[in-house]
């Protein structure tokens, strides 16, 4: 036994998920968000990084997987960056599935494959700062340019859930004027393409690995599509185990989960948990 004991799932198919994992890990995919799950979430967006031990962790584990997978709203680049993923023995086998799945980095190769981006991301870098002058609620928002997608956040205002609020629907306007949807998330929000969200690349990234077993951590609502999808797949058959990384914040995802970990923190140790046991 490791010195990390790993946590039971509160829930029945959690459990099996689990099981299954350990029985036949050569099967299983951990699939992870990235801020707020292995990285603390901070108020300048840039200055994320994951958790110290968070690396080692993944880099322990890796080698008894399938695969690994971070599925973020970042850029995949920014993402590799900020996790500190690149040239790490153990990770030969990790993809980061950047802007919902849109881009993808592949440690085997170390480049980055995406499409042109949607036009309409430009049309609304071009209006955004007209928009957030007539909300009246801009003071103390951060603008955070994705390249793919365009993020504004509320955490540095002086009132952030007020200021959630009132922008709020401007920005669903602006963002139907081009084609783009709004995705809500804690005290931001993320104007982005149609069409592409966690579930969906999550789904196509365990169909393309041939995984058979699935775990998947998140801790905010953009996690709420994965969670679905992995809902869909356990109704086929397939094994999982769903991930809360704990946020009072998002209080659905912590209802939904078969186990809630302690923030990064937690969701750090769960995965040395399971190196160890694995190993």
């Known amino acids: ?98 802007h919902y799945g849109a881009e993808r980095w592949d440690a085997a190769t170390g480049t980055v494959r995406a499409p042109a981006p949607h036009p309409g991301v430009a049309a609304v870098r071009a209006e955004l700062p007209g ?3 007539n909300s009246g609620a801009w003071q103390g928002t951060w603008v955070e340019d994705k390249g793919r997608a365009i993020a504004v956040h509320t955490r ?62 998140g801790d905010d609502l953009g996690d709420l599509a994965a969670f679905d999808a992995v809902a869909r797949l356990r109704a086929e058959g397939m094994d999982g185990v769903l991930v809360c990384s704990g946020s009072a914040e998002v209080t659905e995802l912590a209802a939904r989960a078969d186990l809630v970990a302690d923030g990064p923190s937690g969701v750090v140790a769960l995965l040395t948990a399971l190196a160890e046991r694995l190993g």
Do not use: W
């Open 1 to 98: 036994m490791g010195s990390h004991p790993l946590p039971e799932p509160v829930t029945q198919a959690g459990r099996d998920g689990l099981a299954a994992l350990l029985k036949r890990p050569e099967r299983a995919v951990v699939a992870l968000d990235f801020d707020g799950t292995l990285a603390e979430i901070v108020p300048d967006p840039e200055q994320a990084r994951a958790h110290p031990a968070a690396v080692p962790a993944l880099a322990r584990l890796a080698p008894h997987l399938n695969s690994v997978a971070v599925i973020t709203g970042r850029p995949a680049g920014a993402a590799v960056r900020y996790g500190g993923f690149a040239s790490v023995p153990g990770l030969e086998r990790l993809a980061v599935l950047g």
């Open 131 to 133: 928009v957030l002058d």
């Open 156 to 217: 540095r205002a002086a009132d952030p859930q007020a200021a959630f609020q009132a922008l709020t629907g401007p920005l669903g306007e602006l963002a139907e004027r081009h084609g783009l949807i709004v995705e809500p998330g804690r005290l931001v929000l993320e104007l982005r393409p149609p069409g592409v969200d966690k579930g969906v690349a999550l789904a196509e990234y365990l169909k393309e690995t041939g995984a058979g077993c699935v775990l998947y951590a």
